[in-house]
């Protein structure tokens, strides 16, 4: 039997050195992949955006006041490469979430497998799918934001950058602030190759203090686009009401 593409992708993310990109979360709030895609598979899955089969919903940034740019949340059933990797990444970063939710004394946990937690979202009427294919151009950009769709909250997503910086786009650089209590906001510039990912809090993190851990609020966005075209896929792990 041929090895799918899908299945290649989820030994690429079991095979990380998950205990370094951990404690970088704990320590950033944020994490980067490297080459989580081959060349072949960025280009091949930024190919699908013009499907419109394959999606729920498109979505004109500056329609919303979000930015500019544009974005397209798929349909199920998931693309196999897009849906094999949600999966496989969850199994990685449940144990990273439930950790965070104890030490901010959050009541919620998350099961060990993507299917479960799924089962969960549906029954609180969080059922269209949110992984997502970004697209920007020239003059385009993400204004900071977190991605809530519902109570169900996974605390991590991953982006991850489908174009080649330098090659198919300039600028455009992936954004995260912080903004721990009584301080002022603390920004981050994520530095992002072809087929890199980064994974990263989606509303809060837990930092510890002299007292204690207490919650730090996350925001990301994307800088303006200077010159070609950018598409990211975005996989965010709740579903929406």
């Known amino acids: 039997m041929t090895e799918t593409n899908d299945t290649k992708v989820t030994a690429r993310i ?10 970088a979360l704990d320590r950033e709030g944020w994490a980067v992949l490297p080459r989580l895609l081959s060349a072949a598979e960025c280009y091949d899955t930024a ?19 979000f930015g500019r740019g544009e974005y397209r949340y798929f349909s199920y059933p998931l693309p196999p490469l897009v849906g094999g990797l949600r999966g496989a990444l969850y199994a990685q970063l449940a144990p990273v979430a439930n950790r965070w939710h104890e030490r901010m004394e959050r009541v919620e946990r998350f099961p ?12 609180a009427g969080q059922v269209r799918p949110t992984p997502l294919l970004l697209q920007y151009g020239p003059g385009d950009y993400n204004c900071l934001h977190r991605d809530l769709y ?21 600028g455009g650089e992936f954004v995260l602030t912080e903004q721990r209590p009584r301080m002022q906001s603390r920004a981050a510039v994520v530095p ?3 087929g890199d990912a980064v994974v990263f809090a989606v509303n809060e993190r837990p930092v510890a203090g002299s007292r204690g851990d207490y919650r730090v609020a996350m925001r990301h966005g994307v800088s303006e686009v200077r010159s070609g075209h950018r598409r990211t896929l975005g996989i965010i792990f709740h579903d929406a009401a």
Request: with cysteine.
């Open 192 to 194: 992002l190759g072809h």
């Open 150 to 170: 519902g109570v169900e909250v996974f605390p991590l997503q991953v982006a991850v950058l489908l174009s080649a910086p330098g090659a198919d786009f300039t």
């Open 112 to 123: 060990a497998d993507h299917t479960n937690y799924l089962a969960q979202c549906h029954a």
């Open 47 to 65: 190919a699908l955006y013009p499907l419109e089969e394959l999606f729920r919903s498109h979505v004109q940034m500056a329609r919303h006041g």
């Open 14 to 23: 079991a095979a990380l050195d998950w205990t370094a990109l951990a404690a």
